[in-house]
């Protein structure tokens, strides 16, 4: 599998981020955690149903985990308008992670998103300030964030949950301040050159370990299962090491993490 990822042109990793056979993001949730019970937006707003949230064991051990799910039927993507979440979405994950906070559980983010949902209606309930207070709260958060994109990473949307301790990817994913056609549209006026823009983007797993941007990519094969357990070794060995950490220097870690960019 790692061999043909290499093979792949930048355009062709963004298709395969996006292609229906990719693994869901309730899937990566109830193969990885035990006893998981969701929990909703209570008293802080609507809830955004593509935004699955809540607690759960992982390896016997509390934790909060947040996950962007697109749907699979029709009617579910509609209901999660793609995977795209509102404001109550980002207000729900920030509720949650400061939640997690107080009773010491890790956080655990699964990312796939072409970015926060961009209609008029978002915009007048806040979207820019609930992804802004995320990525302020996240990097001052007194417990280990680690987060995987597993498909699409677009823009904020993704940021606003990708601001922690560490960044994963699997092998067929992307993480880019924009969709491809959408920079192409802006500097060429034509989205059709779409994959050409991918390139330039260096959007992939690979452009962005190699810029140190990411932590780690995750192989993926076609078998979820195996997705799943590769997903589980990976936050075992992070969590672990993490968890030594005296939380005044995991944070500052965090901190410093992001200034050198």
Known sequence: MEGDNLTKSAGQIVAASRAEQKIAGEQIVHSLLSDFMELHAGGIGSDDPAVIGGIGLFHEQPVTVIAIDKGDTIDNKVNKHFGCPTPDGYRKSLHLMKQAAKFHRPVLCFVNTP?????????ENGQGKAIAQNIIEMSQLPTPIITVIFGEGGSGGALALASGDQVWMLENSTYSILSPEG????????SSRADEAAQIMQLTPRDLQQKHIIDGILEEPNDHRQVVQNIDRVLQQQLSQLQKMPVEDLVKKRYERYRKF
């Open 115 to 123: 970015g926060a949902y961009p209609g008029q209606e978002a915009e």
């Open 183 to 190: 920079f192409a549209s802006i500097l060429w006026k034509d």
